[in-house]
């Protein structure tokens, strides 16, 4: 089956950090870009961050730059968002969106989420 | 950044009508822009890419058009799975950016 599972999400205090991990399969990874996704309960979706299939290229949202960090291993056919000195205002539902493959940053395929919780 | 409004906020309709959602960028988007459909305690499902292309298993109800800076998705004779918030994205320029959302509810 074609699918992607987010892991990782957690409650932690603020100015920690937490590491998300987005695991593929039955397909591979390195053809194709990965974006991350977040969406505060109730509200909209909000753009995080996102990697090229080749990994050469990263883009990441003005409120999580310097902070945050995308990094995949095709080996394990996995993606992980690094994120450090985290703030409550990023506690939210976070979504790994795989690429189209001539429009990568339209995501076709999504996980279920992995919630993270900021707060003391 | 490329701000997505989208209109109306909330749509109350009943089986079997059209709805027609709107979606305006605050640049020109070329037609670089995507609609998905979430519902709740689920992920975004992709509909719709590049303005008018449906994606993988999207039934035909679902119809996307506009250029430029506006947009807009129909579907055509809501059926009851429908019933969601709809989202628009455009990819043409970083960030990415989402619209605010279109509830579309049941009358």
């Known amino acids: 089956e074609v699918q992607v599972v987010e892991s990782g999400g957690d409650l932690v205090q603020p100015g920690g950090s937490l590491r998300l991990s987005c695991a593929a399969s039955?397909?591979?990874?390195?053809?194709?870009?990965m974006n991350w996704v977040r969406q505060v309960p109730g509200k909209g979706l909000e753009w995080v961050s996102s990697?090229?299939?080749?990994?050469?290229?990263?883009e990441y949202a003005e409120s999580v730059r310097g902070r945050f960090t995308v990094s995949r291993d095709n080996s394990k056919n996995t993606v992980y968002l690094q994120m450090n000195s985290l703030r409550g205002e990023d506690t939210a539902v976070y979504y790994c969106?795989?690429?189209?493959?001539?429009?990568?940053?339209?995501?076709?395929?999504w996980g279920q989420g992995t919630s993270v919780t900021v707060s003391s | 950044d490329i701000v997505l409004t989208q209109s109306p906020v909330t749509l109350s309709l009943s089986p079997g009508e059209r709805a027609t959602l709107s979606c305006r960028a605050s640049?020109?988007?070329?037609?670089?822009l995507g609609w998905y459909q979430q519902k709740p305690g689920q992920a975004p499902r992709l509909l719709i890419y590049?303005?008018?292309n449906r994606a993988t298993g999207i039934p035909a109800r679902f119809s996307g058009g506009g250029s430029g800076t506006d947009f807009t998705l129909t579907i055509d004779g809501l059926e009851p799975e429908d019933f969601a918030v709809y989202y628009c994205?455009?990819?043409?320029?970083?960030?990415?950016?989402f619209g605010g959302g279109t509830k579309v509810e049941i009358k």
């Open positions: 990697i090229y299939g080749s990994a050469a290229n990263t």
């Open positions: 590049d303005a008018s």
């Open positions: 640049h020109d988007v070329n037609r670089y």
């Open positions: 994205q455009q990819r043409t320029r970083w960030p990415l950016t």
């Open positions: 969106g795989k690429g189209r493959p001539a429009e990568p940053w339209f995501s076709d395929l």
């Open positions: 039955g397909f591979t990874l390195s053809s194709f870009a």
